[in-house]
């Protein structure tokens, strides 16, 4: 089965820790993004990347850092930085391009902090 | 900057009845709209994408309608069941922007 994978399904950090949350595709899709969502709130884009080894800020980067060394994964690394992680974490990869472009999900991670 | 809304934040609704959910967006200058579901604690699903060409997409028991003059769109859901019960979200995707999404309408239906 095609899909996009996310783990793990809980992730707890200590105060002054990084985390890397994971994200994998079977897609073959080339743009891969990063979504924070909190409580009655849309979707806030992270980090977005369209092509292996190159990746652009969103809205709220402050505090996050990623990687794409390869199409299928692009992580997403919680820094130290970020005061306030605790939120829903999405990540998504599109396909098509303009008007056809059409976006699938992951099952998110829930960030939680101790 | 594309902003995104969507009417009512909280909807519930007896089983069978047929009913409406509202997006709307500031700029018209998009590429297309796509709906999704969301259960809770779970990801997104994609429902259906209506392109900046297109009037209307329907699959099944759901219709979605596209009227970029205006900035809205809605999602009329047919004789709704429990299993309808979810959040509903839309995103635009705008020239020279990324995917901007609205905060979602929670869809209750009681059996």
């Known amino acids: 089965d095609g899909g996009i994978t996310q783990s793990p399904k809980y992730l707890f950090r200590k105060e002054g820790q990084n985390v890397t949350l994971s994200c994998e595709q079977n897609?073959?899709?080339?743009?891969m993004y990063w979504y924070r969502q909190d409580p009655g709130q849309g979707l806030r884009l992270i980090y977005y990347?369209?092509?292996?080894?190159?990746?652009q800020k969103g809205d709220i980067a402050e505090g996050y850092s990623v990687s794409r060394e390869k199409k299928e994964s692009f992580p997403l690394t919680v820094t130290s930085a970020q005061k306030n992680p605790t939120a829903f974490y999405l990540c998504?990869?599109?396909?098509?391009?303009?008007?056809?472009?059409?976006?699938?999900f992951g099952p998110g991670t829930r960030l939680l902090v101790l | 900057k594309q902003e995104v809304t969507q009417i009512p934040a909280a909807l519930s609704v007896p089983e069978g009845e047929n009913l409406v959910l509202n997006c709307s967006f500031t700029?018209?200058?998009?590429?297309?709209l796509q709906w999704f579901r969301q259960d809770p604690g779970k990801g997104l699903t994609s429902l259906l994408l209506?392109?900046?060409?297109?009037r209307e997409q329907t699959s099944g028991r759901l219709n979605a309608s596209l009227d970029k003059s205006s900035g809205r769109s809605t999602l009329y859901i047919a004789a709704s069941q429990p299993g309808d019960s979810a959040t509903y979200l839309c995103?635009?995707?705008?020239?020279?922007?990324?995917?901007?999404f609205g905060p979602g309408t929670r869809l209750s239906v009681l059996p």
């Open positions: 897609l073959n899709h080339d743009a």
């Open positions: 998504a990869s599109s396909i098509g391009h303009s008007n056809q472009e059409t976006q699938y």
């Open positions: 995103a635009v995707r705008a020239y020279g922007q990324n995917f901007v």
């Open positions: 700029d018209s200058a998009i590429y297309n």
């Open positions: 990347s369209q092509i292996v080894n190159d990746f």
């Open positions: 209506i392109q900046s060409s297109q």
